[in-house]
């Protein structure tokens, strides 16, 4: 198809796709003469996952990274998930004290190298964000945290399917980035529900 | 103190704290002259808050609205989860379809009229973002992820503590939106732990 129809079909908009393909986001279309190209379903799928990612929050820069990561399936699920880890953690102080982060995630198995330092970074940010704002997480709730997050990450990584080394790029790289909305919002649902539960119904308004 | 001393008290430069005077999220000093005003550890305080606010991605407008409720401990903790929750809610679609999503919920014992529908509506609006991109999320994982933040809810609802109506109120509104950014990197520590133990160790480099 051309890349009006390619634009229709997707409905991301033709100058968008141009930028893509100039930033090289997406691959270059079959050329069919010195001023056409043609774009398949390949393309449209490209599209797709492009604008996740991005209305995500990942930059272009890092989405170039995850997309080269999905296009190379000859990544070890372990350095995958960095790679996707790496392009959503946001960067941190480097001087950043690791001690209280290290002692938070003892409880999910952790032990020094098991995670990249940055990603160990990040809990440190968060706690210091929440000191910060003179928050404290009561004791009961920051291990009912910890439970939950391991929970949740041995079912996914239970979930990596090994038959196919493209489908399980696609599920690390995808699954670690794009499910923290959903993640977000269904803590608050499930917060609401358990307030109803305690405090009786919100006030009508 | 002045301005100049709150400043360097608190790490906010003095042309952000006077932003956050005019934009009425900083209640004024007490004036000392037609020109000077002093400033207390009530507003040193109120700047770590303001700042973990906006550093959470919460904008000027709805920090407003949540120091106001910061404020007015009158508020019932539901109602308090709701505003907070409304702060930080990405708007979404209006005509989303909310059965997929009231599916995924009913596990948590939602029922019609158990949340506000924005935030439901956010649970919708990131499985379309799931489902546009491709991805489909284990059933298992999936229950794995309603599960998790059942527990994490129900943690911190039991939580809130019931003495006085300022730390109820400031427990809720900082800890619903304060902590996100502390589950999504514990989520992050968690997989590269589990994905360690399923794959091994990742390569060196």
């Given at each position: 198809m051309r890349i009006s129809e390619l634009a229709a079909t997707s409905g991301v908009p033709a100058a968008t796709i141009k930028y893509y393909l100039r930033e090289n986001l997406l691959p270059a279309g079959e050329h069919t003469s010195p001023t056409q190209a043609s774009y398949g379903e390949v393309h449209v799928r490209r599209l797709r996952v492009i604008r996740a990612l991005i209305e995500s929050g990942v930059s272009i820069a890092e989405t170039r990274k995850l997309l080269a990561a999905l296009d190379d399936p000859s990544e070890k699920p372990s350095d995958l998930i960095g790679q996707a880890h790496a392009a959503v953690t946001p960067r941190v102080d480097e001087?950043?004290?690791?001690g209280a982060a290290e002692q938070v995630v003892?409880?999910?198995?952790?032990?020094?190298?098991?995670?990249?330092d940055a990603v160990l970074a990040g809990v440190a940010q968060a706690l210091v964000g929440l000191d910060r704002a003179g928050f404290e997480v009561p004791a009961e709730v920051m291990a009912a945290y910890v439970d939950a997050m391991q929970r949740i990450a041995r079912a996914e990584i239970a979930g990596?399917?090994?038959?196919s080394a493209e489908a399980a790029v696609r599920y690390v790289v995808l699954g670690s980035v794009l499910v923290e909305p959903l993640l977000l919002a269904l803590r608050r649902v499930a917060e609401q529900v358990a307030s109803t539960e305690r405090f009786g119904p919100k006030s009508v308004g």
């Open positions: 001087d950043l004290d690791l003892a409880r999910l198995g952790w032990q020094p190298g098991a995670c990249d990596i399917p090994t038959d």
